[in-house]
């Protein structure tokens, strides 16, 4: 068995620093940092390897889950669920299991991530739900204006309410 090996502390969320840096998208190492964050922290023990690379396994006994956020909670449950069959497994295929599957875990990951960021104050949306209601209001507004100068008869002296309507389309 691996001997266990110490991984240094981190103080901020990297999934959620990672968000923020990538304009509202998490990079593709938000998932592996927040495994390596959460052994930092204790709910995964490292160890090494013969070849050389980090081995982890759950901590025993699990430390208290309340502290985690929801996104942290989702990626220890998935390394569990992988860890429960070999009880050891190697950080590089841990870190790899998203990218493996983008609609089980990477797409729920990304969506947990920005819900934490959106309810801490990290992020906000781009247009405030008023805004987009008014500019949603004057598209439908527009496409009716189209709708009736397609469908209206020219009259002499009327091409610019014409003209206005289709560039409004």
């Known amino acids: ?44 023990i490292a160890g090494q390897s013969e070849p050389g690379g980090r081995w982890l396994r759950l901590a025993e006994p699990p430390p208290d889950l309340s502290a985690l956020l929801s996104f942290e909670r989702r990626v220890l449950g998935d390394v569990s669920d992988r860890l429960a069959a070999t009880g050891w497994a190697p950080f590089a295929a841990l870190a790899d299991m998203c990218t493996a599957d983008l609609l089980g875990l990477w797409a729920p990951f990304e969506e947990s991530v920005r819900r934490q960021a959106r309810s801490s104050g990290l992020i906000r949306p781009r247009v405030p739900v008023v805004a987009r209601r008014i500019v949603q209001a004057g598209a439908a507004a527009a496409a009716v204006l189209a709708y009736l100068a397609v469908h209206a008869r020219p009259h002499a002296g009327h091409i610019w309410p014409l003209v206005a309507s289709y560039l409004a389309l």
């Open 1 to 44: 068995m691996p001997e266990d090996l110490a991984i240094g502390t981190v103080s901020e969320r990297p999934a959620l620093v990672s968000l923020v840096q990538g304009r509202c998208r998490p990079g593709a190492a938000a998932y592996p940092a927040t495994i390596g964050d959460l052994a930092a922290r204790g709910y995964l």
